[in-house]
C-alpha cells in the first residue's frame, strides 16, 4: 500500500490476536471492509466495534468519536488520518463481543432432538453459560470509573484511567451547561467540575448516564440495597451491547461472566452481552439475590 501505513491490533477470544495494516489515506469503512475479509465477519457485525489509539498514557477512544448527533458518531466514510493518527501509530480494537464466544459444532441430529425437546436446549444453554459473578475493584472512591473500565474492557484493571473518565465526564457537563445547571447538578457547573475532577470524588448516576452515552453501550446497575432492582442507564438509545455493575449503595464493582475453556485449561472472561440476551439477564437477577443473602448470612450471629 502506497503512503502512510497504521498498524492494527485486533483481540480476539481469550488472549489471540491478529494483526494488519491499512493505508492511513484509507476510510474507516475500508479497514471494516479488510476486518472482514481476513476474519470472515460482516461490515454489519463491525459497526458497533471501539476503536481506541493505543498511546503511552493508555487507550483512548477514537470510534465511535464524539459527536453532538448519535448518528454522526458512526460515520464509516472517513479517511483514518482524519483522526489525528500518525504514520505506523498502532489502533487497537477488541473483537471478543463480534465473534462467537462459544465453538459449538452441533450436528443435525443432535439439533432435530433438541427441536423435539424444548426443555434439552435451555438446559444446555444454562450449563454453558458459565457463572456471573462480581469482581471486586479497590474502594478507593473512584470504583464506579475502575468498574466501568473493567467492563469496557473486557475484564482489564487500569487504575490510571479513573483521572481519563473523569475529564472526559466533566468535559462533557462543561460543554452543555444548559443540560447540566446549577438545579441539576446540586451545585454551579463549574464546581461540580472542578470536583468531579478530585480522586475523592465519588461517581454516581450523572456520570453513568453521560458515559453510556459516550461509549454507546447501556450500563446496567444492580442495586443489592434496593429490593434487586436494576437501573438501566441508555435503556432508552437501543444500544446493541450491554454491562453490568453490581451496588451495594457505597461501592460499585463490575460483574464478568467466567467460564472455563476446556481446551486452553483457563477462565475466560466476558464483560459485554447482546441486549437482547436473556439468559444473561436473568443469570444477573440471580447474582443480586445471591449477594443480598451473604449479606443476611454474614450479619445473622451464630447460634452458641
Known amino acids: 500500500m502506497a503512503g502512510p501505513l497504521l498498524r492494527v491490533l485486533l483481540r480476539l477470544n481469550g488472549k489471540k490476536y491478529h494483526r494488519l495494516q491499512i ?21 454489519e457485525q463491525l459497526l458497533h466495534v471501539s476503536i481506541y ?33 500518525a504514520s505506523n501509530e498502532e489502533v487497537y480494537i477488541d473483537l471478543t463481543d463480534v465473534l462467537p464466544f462459544h465453538n459449538d459444532d ?16 435451555v438446559q444446555k444453554s444454562l450449563s454453558t453459560v458459565g457463572q456471573l459473578s462480581r469482581y471486586d475493584v479497590p474502594a478507593d472512591n473512584s470504583c464506579l470509573f475502575t ?55 465519588w461517581g454516581g448516576g450523572i456520570e453513568l448516564a453521560i458515559l453510556t452515552q459516550e461509549y454507546q453501550i447501556e450500563i446496567c446497575v444492580l442495586n443489592t440495597e434496593s429490593g434487586g432492582r436494576i437501573d438501566y442507564f441508555g435503556e432508552d438509545r437501543h444500544f446493541p451491547y450491554r454491562v453490568f455493575l453490581l ?38 437477577k440471580d447474582l443480586v ?7 443476611t448470612e454474614k450479619l445473622t450471629p451464630m447460634k452458641s
Open 23 to 43: 493505508a492511513a489515506r484509507y476510510r474507516l469503512i475500508d479497514l471494516f471492509k479488510q476486518i472482514s475479509t481476513d476474519l470472515h465477519l460482516s461490515v
Open 53 to 85: 489509539r493505543r498511546g503511552p498514557n493508555g487507550c483512548s477512544l477514537i470510534y465511535p468519536f464524539n459527536k453532538t448527533f448519535p448518528d454522526a458518531r458512526y460515520d464509516v466514510s472517513l479517511a483514518l488520518d482524519s483522526y489525528g493518527l
Open 106 to 121: 452441533d450436528d443435525d441430529d443432535e439439533d432435530e432432538q433438541q427441536s423435539a425437546n424444548p426443555s434439552t436446549t
Open 147 to 201: 468498574s466501568v473500565y473493567f467492563v469496557l474492557h473486557s475484564g482489564k484493571i487500569d487504575l490510571s484511567s479513573n483521572k481519563y473518565l473523569r475529564n472526559l465526564v466533566a468535559s462533557k457537563i462543561e460543554s452543555d451547561q444548559l443540560t447540566y445547571s446549577e438545579a441539576m447538578l446540586g451545585r454551579t457547573n463549574a464546581d461540580y467540575c472542578q470536583w468531579i475532577r478530585r480522586d475523592d470524588s
Open 247 to 284: 451496588y451495594d449503595n457505597l461501592h460499585y464493582d463490575p460483574v464478568c461472566l467466567v467460564t472455563y475453556d476446556v481446551v486452553e485449561q483457563k477462565q475466560m472472561f466476558q464483560t459485554k452481552f447482546p441486549r437482547t440476551n436473556e439468559t444473561i439477564l436473568s443469570l444477573a
Open 289 to 295: 439475590l445471591l449477594e443480598q443473602s451473604n449479606k
